[in-house]
């Protein structure tokens, strides 16, 4: 084997924002046909690292080389000239575009039009060369979110990237989607290109990175081999303290039937069935997991028992009370917490404050109201006790929640909707983005929430998560329960016979 | 060298307040090239304009006259923007109020002013909602788009205005002139001292105070300030986005029409044709105040205050300096261009384009704003 080129260099990249420092000093070395992982906890700056790379910031301090060559960036479109190409977290498509119209977008020079059927064909010829498979005419909406991704993917290549970055690609996908990705990461990596992966997940880590770079509070704390290092010593370098991984209900604490729902039924924003006659309860004490690849009806069940989606049939009663066609007001009155997916979308207000946004669904309380007033130095110590007892990495509570790192946004919101009391705690993928630390600390209070008598629904993709939580696990597809199922000793295997669309009946 | 515009990362509070400033006077200065290219010196018909506004007791009372219906206006247009409803009605809204107030008057009722100036001041309120009213239910049924149903509305206000003056309500002896017959004393708003300043401009910083205590300390306050930052976040809060719109559209409207209540009950005494300057109309003003004022009460009372001495500035050199009073016109207009030209630039830089640089970086700003994980050019 020839001795691997090195594809990019950083060397003491200095970021800084407004009271923290992201990125403190850090060098990092990408070689060409390697997969290298950045690891670190939230907030450690690993995405400000990346956006340095590809020009959206600018670092205070430090250089840059790219095959050799001292660069500044300063767009991304310099960056993108350099063969440098970001997929983020969020994507960024036209939705009523087709795959080639945003693969093109932005492209042509001048008045010169690009050539819509030679860059389909292009198109097509790269995912086929990838294994990033799409239809080029498919419009973005008909898309899954995996497929979405491809497309972020295919439009980098396009552009002739050599140097991909990827920041927590997989914190969106299903495992069967994670793994076609992987397949493809390991496509370009066997055609020469640079790679860099971001996750939390170790096990993938493990299994598909070359090299990873550990940040702790944005300082490199160290480069190794994959081969050379294992999970355990990976925590430990992250956080700097051993992590245990377990599961978590013990004894029984079950009491009374708090969520009763009978054959609800409920369609998409299409207009489209989205679930279809469910029934299930929730009692006090216990959590129960809702299992399922993406798009098979969680959102919707989610809005449906939190008043932001009415159902079109069935009922839903809470502590005996009929709360069908609540108003998401009512819902949060009768004590109902929610945890939604989207973060940025729905659960905070990016251009207001952390302390605005802590109390964002509890600023009618008695705690938080001084007459028709907000009770400002009451949701300031609310914050600030957050901030605190979550750990959650800022500069303080009068931050614009927009610049919190993902996992950081994340904790607030858990943080908010935990403290809030609350018969039932709704929650969608709890721990998406969390790093190692947060995860086990967010699992430890959603189990002595559920000992303390709190009913959970919780709701998620991750089904180590709902096996290591759950007193139940009910498993959703094409809107329809297959089966609820104890969560002790249930296996993996019918679980995934299951979400492939067999009863349990079938399947066990 | 080819210029181009780059996304910055953090807004920056100075920027915000800056953009303003620098706004105003590139206008100025701009305006100025103009008038010397028509033979007139700049520097002393903007001293003019400025001595005459804010030099002479007489001239600034002129000022807080023309503050009075700019700040109603201007607070009720903020309060919109806010929770972005774009409400470009208030002209129409002022309108509306003033016909409300008038035909409190035209019942034939002549009563004191204990009585008669608060039913005015309700019926002009009630007026200028409900018309607000309209454009905020269609918004919030049919999604209709607000800028152009409160655009539109305000001619039919205007000329629902002239039907009245050119008919039934007309001054049978005012010679043909469209308006309606004077006040009686009960209608008439007080003046301090001799000058034409009366009681609206109390209205007018009372409601700057409440709208103070409304958008910043209130809940309902939180509530829109949530609905504008992220409409998915209000509803997941439990609040009523569509009620709220109503409401606040009420109120907006409520201003200005207490704004057209003031101008005939404390200036004209009576309802005619130009209650709002027909060359830069309040309402259409108050528009570029709540932008310049970047949403805040207070800075709506101080911009409104400027952009009266703009209107008074105007006039006297109109008279002195034989200048077309469409110069007040201009300056806005210029101010308005550069506002939203700086506020573009406080959210992008310019770049001067050299291809990509091979130098190692020498450290500078960031240059585009991340809204949390890796989100990128997200524009907003
Ligand atoms: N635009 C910004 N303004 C202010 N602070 C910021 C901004 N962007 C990031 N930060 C801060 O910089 C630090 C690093 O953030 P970064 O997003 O790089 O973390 P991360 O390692 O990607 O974390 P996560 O795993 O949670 O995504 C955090 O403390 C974050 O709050
Ligand atoms: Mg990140």
């Known amino acids: 084997m020839t001795k691997a080129r090195v594809a990019v260099s950083m060397e003491g990249i200095v970021k800084r924002f407004p009271g923290v420092i992201a990125n403190d000093r850090v060098d990092l070395e990408l070689l060409e046909g390697e997969i290298h992982t950045l690891l670190g906890e939230n907030g450690a700056g690993k995405s400000t690292l990346m956006n340095v790379l590809t020009g959206i910031y600018r670092a205070d301090e430090g250089t840059l080389a790219v095959r050799g060559t001292p660069v500044q960036l300063r767009t991304p479109k310099d960056a993108i000239d350099l063969g440098i190409g970001m997929v983020h977290q969020s994507f960024k498509l036209v939705q009523t575009h087709t795959v080639t119209e945003n693969i093109v977008l932005g492209l042509g020079r001048g008045l010169a039009p690009v050539k819509l059927s030679e860059a389909e064909e292009k198109v097509r010829e790269l995912s086929e060369r990838y294994g990033l498979q799409v239809d080029p005419g498919a419009r973005i909406w008909q898309l899954s979110i995996g497929e979405q991704q491809r497309v972020e993917i295919l439009k980098i290549l396009f552009r002739g990237a050599r140097i991909l970055l990827l920041d927590e690609p997989t914190a969106v996908l299903t495992p069967q989607e994670a793994d076609e990705l992987f397949v493809t990461l390991k496509a370009m ?98 959590i129960l997991g809702f299992a399922g690849v993406a798009g098979n009806g969680q959102e919707e069940l989610a809005e449906v028992i939190t008043g932001l989606r009415t159902p079109t049939d069935g009922s839903i009663r809470l502590k005996g009370r009929d709360m069908t066609g609540a108003s998401p007001k009512q819902v949060i009155d009768a004590g109902v917490s929610y945890v939604p997916a989207d973060r940025h979308g729905v659960a905070t207000v990016g251009d207001l404050s952390l302390t605005h946004n802590s109390v964002l669904r509890r600023y009618r309380e008695k705690k938080f109201a001084r007459g028709p007033f907000l009770h400002l130095a009451a949701a300031v110590d609310y914050a600030r006790r957050l901030i605190k007892e979550f750990n959650i990495m800022t500069p303080g509570e009068g931050t614009a929640v927009r610049t919190l790192s993902g996992g950081n946004l994340q904790k607030v919101i858990l943080a908010r909707e935990i403290t809030t009391h609350h018969e039932l705690l709704v929650v969608m993928s709890a721990t998406r983005g969390l790093d190692v630390g947060a995860t086990e600390y967010v699992r430890e209070t959603l189990d002595e929430h559920r000992k303390k008598g709190a009913a959970i629904v919780l709701i998620s993709e991750d089904l180590e998560e709902l096996l290591s939580l759950s007193d139940r696990i009910a498993v959703l597809f094409h809107g329809e329960v297959m089966g609820i199922l104890d969560a002790e000793g249930a296996d993996i295997e019918t679980l995934g016979l299951m979400m492939a669309g067999r009863k349990l009946a079938e399947a066990s | 060298m080819p210029m181009r515009l780059e996304l910055r990362l953090e807004r920056s509070r100075k920027l915000e307040y800056l953009v303003p400033v620098v706004s105003v006077a590139l206008a100025l200065l701009v305006c100025g090239v103009l008038l010397l290219a028509t033979g007139t010196n700049p520097v002393s018909a903007y001293a003019e304009m400025f001595t005459e506004a804010f030099g002479t007791s007489y ?68 007026g200028g909602g409900l018309w607000a009213l309209i454009p905020a239910y269609l918004k919030v049924k049919l999604n209709c788009n607000e800028i152009i149903t409160t655009l539109l509305m305000n001619y039919v206000a205007i000329l629902w205005v002239a039907h009245f003056i050119y008919g039934p309500w007309k001054d049978p002896v005012s010679f043909g002139f469209p308006m309606t017959r004077q006040f009686p004393d009960g209608a008439q708003l007080m003046r301090f001292g001799d000058s034409r300043v009366h009681l609206g401009l109390l209205f007018a910083l009372v409601a ?170 997200g524009g907003g």
């Open chain 1, 189 to 286: 990596r066997a055609k020469g290109h640079a790679i860099v992966f971001i996750s939390h997940k170790l096990d993938e880590v493990m299994a598909i990175s070359d090299r990873i770079t550990v940040l702790r509070g944005g300082k490199n704390v160290g480069t190794v081999r994959t081969r050379d290092t294992d999970p355990q010593d990976l925590s430990n370098l992250m956080v700097g303290r051993e992590i245990r991984f377990e599961r978590f209900p013990g004894e029984e604490v079950r009491g009374d039937e708090i969520l009763e729902v009978v054959e609800l039924s409920a369609s998409n924003d299409r207009g489209l069935e989205a679930l279809k006659e469910i029934s299930f309860t929730v009692s006090a004490g216990e």
């Open chain 2, 208 to 377: 700057a105070i409440v709208l103070y205590l409304v958008q910043e300390k209130s809940r309902w306050g939180f509530e829109i300030g949530v609905t504008g930052g992220n409409p998915a976040a209000a509803r997941y809060a439990g609040m009523n986005a569509g009620r709220n719109m109503i409401l606040v559209m009420l109120m907006s409207g409520g201003l200005a029409g207490l704004a057209g209540m003031a101008e005939v009950s404390g200036i004209q005494l009576k309802l005619l044709k130009d209650i709002s300057p027909h060359a830069a109309p309040y309402g259409y003003t108050a528009i570029i105040i709540a932008w310049l004022a970047r949403r805040n009460p207070w800075g709506v009372v101080l911009v409104s205050l400027l952009m009266g001495g703009l209107y008074v500035g105007g006039e006297t050199v109109q008279i002195t300096m034989k200048l077309p009073v469409n110069i007040v016109l201009i300056i806005q207009a210029l101010i308005l261009f550069f506002v939203l030209g700086g506020d573009i630039l406080s959210r992008y830089r310019l770049v001067y384009r050299r291809g990509v640089s091979h130098s190692p970086p020498s450290g500078g700003t960031p240059s585009a704003p991340p809204r949390g994980d890796g989100e990128v050019l």
């Open chain 2, 59 to 126: 001239g600034f009372a002129e000022v807080l006259v023309k503050a009075t219906p700019l700040i109603l206006c201007g607070l009720g247009v903020m309060l919109a923007f806010k929770m972005l409803f774009w409400n470009i009605g208030a002209e129409g809204q002022l309108h509306m109020g003033a016909w409300a107030a008038t035909a409190v008057v035209m019942t034939g009722w002549d009563g004191s002013a204990w009585l008669m100036i608060p039913a005015m001041m309700f019926a002009a309120a009630v």
